[in-house]
């Protein structure tokens, strides 16, 4: 149980050996330019935080740091317009002293300082070549599996989600917490209905509470728009794969949580302070989740989904990996799903739909498949050099 990491500053260890651009105030067309530039960087692009309250520009900043101390980041650029530009929580020097504080290269660029944008762009380049080199020097290191922090989130769920495809990511979760390794899921909106269930299986009771709280603020913000939830979610792809309520939907989504006790309930996109099990506040979407899933620490991301009313041929699947500094594996469940998305899924745990495998079977050929895509395999998604705005999980309201 062990597999090949990158060694970082305070005892941890990447799977990934990237150079992080980080764009504040405005800043996205720097980022993207520098990013398509040069070979061994990425960036993570969003609305931003004007006209957002307090709360959610904190929630943006906590991502971005999240991201610039994630293992798999090696250095971080952060761009900004001039020091003390625009908001607090954005601010370009404030970001970097975070990042900074997990004891890896934070480089800060303004356009004030740099003499214009043009100039910020080749002053990143520069930079960011420099340090993609530096990164190149670091080799990996065999480490106990007690180092991996994986995410999950699951999706287009349909019946084989909740009886090969979770289940099998659980049972692959409880054997990497019982090597010491640690797990995250999400996806507040599919434990409803399923989150008493989860409340008890927390060690702490404090924890308890706020994941009922948590499930709570979903269903009475859906109520303020004068709609239950339960009549949003399941989606009409989940309806239409046999699923019929948002309770049976949970019961099916929680299983990717496997069997352990739940040692911590995480706001969104924070770091858990102990190895094991635990639960993140987070929103469904595909262009959320996985990067709240990376800036909580997690260095492998995995995207579980059924998809048994996908189109029959080549259908589309993600187009960027929406984890920013972390692979995102796509698994299901459904053999058909397999068939139909040979070019993205990246394993599947079908075989205990047809009877091949058992699902302790299926959990030790995922975890295997983990593992080796720590050690460096890539997952397909990773072939594909594209990237799309990402979508933070903001609360709200807009101003």
């Known amino acids: 149980m062990e597999f090949y990491g990158y060694p970082r500053p305070q005892d941890q260890f990447g799977v990934r050996n990237h150079v992080l651009v980080i764009p504040t105030s405005r800043c996205n067309i720097a980022a993207t330019r520098i990013a398509q530039y040069v070979y061994g960087t990425t960036t993570v692009i969003t609305s931003g935080e004007i006209g957002r309250p307090s709360r959610d520009r904190e929630r943006l900043g906590r991502l971005l740091i999240g991201l610039g101390q994630n293992p798999n980041t090696y250095a971080t650029i952060v761009l900004g317009v001039r020091r003390g530009f625009g908001y607090r929580e954005l601010e370009p020097y404030r970001i970097a002293e975070e990042i900074a504080q997990?004891?890896?290269?934070?480089?800060?660029?303004?356009v004030e300082e740099a003499g214009g944008l043009e100039r910020l762009v080749e002053l990143g380049i520069e930079a960011a070549r420099r340090l993609v080199a530096d990164a190149s020097k670091v080799r990996r290191e065999l480490v106990p599996a007690s180092y991996l922090t994986i995410g999950v989130k699951c999706g287009l769920s349909d019946g084989t989600s909740g009886i090969a495809g979770n289940p099998a990511f659980g049972n692959a979760t409880d054997r990497l917490i019982a090597a010491g390794g640690t797990a995250i899921f999400s996806e507040t909106v599919e434990i409803i209905g399923a989150e008493h269930d989860l409340a008890a299986?927390?060690?702490?009771?404090?924890?308890?509470?706020?994941?009922?709280?948590m499930a709570a603020e979903v269903e009475n913000a859906a109520k303020m728009t004068g709609e239950d939830i339960r009549t949003i979610n399941p989606l009409p792809s989940n309806i239409a794969a046999g699923i019929s309520t948002l309770e049976e939907k949970s019961l099916g989504a929680v299983a990717k949580a496997g069997t352990m006790p739940i040692q911590g309930v995480l706001e969104y996109a924070c770091r858990p302070k102990?190895?094991?099990?635990?639960?993140?506040?987070?929103?469904?979407?595909?262009?959320?989740?996985?990067?709240?899933?990376?800036?909580?620490?997690?260095?492998?991301?995995i995207y579980q989904l059924g998809g048994e009313d996908l189109p029959s041929n080549d259908p589309p699947m993600m187009a960027t990996n929406t984890s920013v500094v972390a692979p995102l594996m796509m698994i299901t469940g459904n053999p058909r799903t397999e068939a139909k998305a040979p070019r993205s899924i990246d394993f599947s745990s079908g075989?205990?739909?047809t009877g091949e495998w058992s699902v302790s079977q299926a959990g030790e050929e995922l975890l295997q498949k983990i593992i080796s895509v720590a050690s460096g395999e890539l997952v397909k998604g990773e072939t594909i050099r594209y990237t799309d705005p990402l979508e933070p999980f903001f609360l709200g309201p807009v101003f």
């Open 201 to 213: 299986r927390c060690v702490d009771p404090r924890d308890a509470a706020r994941l009922l709280e």
């Open 274 to 301: 102990k190895r094991g099990l635990h639960f993140m506040d987070g929103w469904m979407s595909s262009f959320s989740l996985p990067m709240s899933l990376a800036a909580a620490g997690c260095q492998v991301t």
């Open 351 to 353: 075989k205990i739909i």
């Open 102 to 110: 997990a004891g890896k290269p934070v480089i800060v660029l303004t």
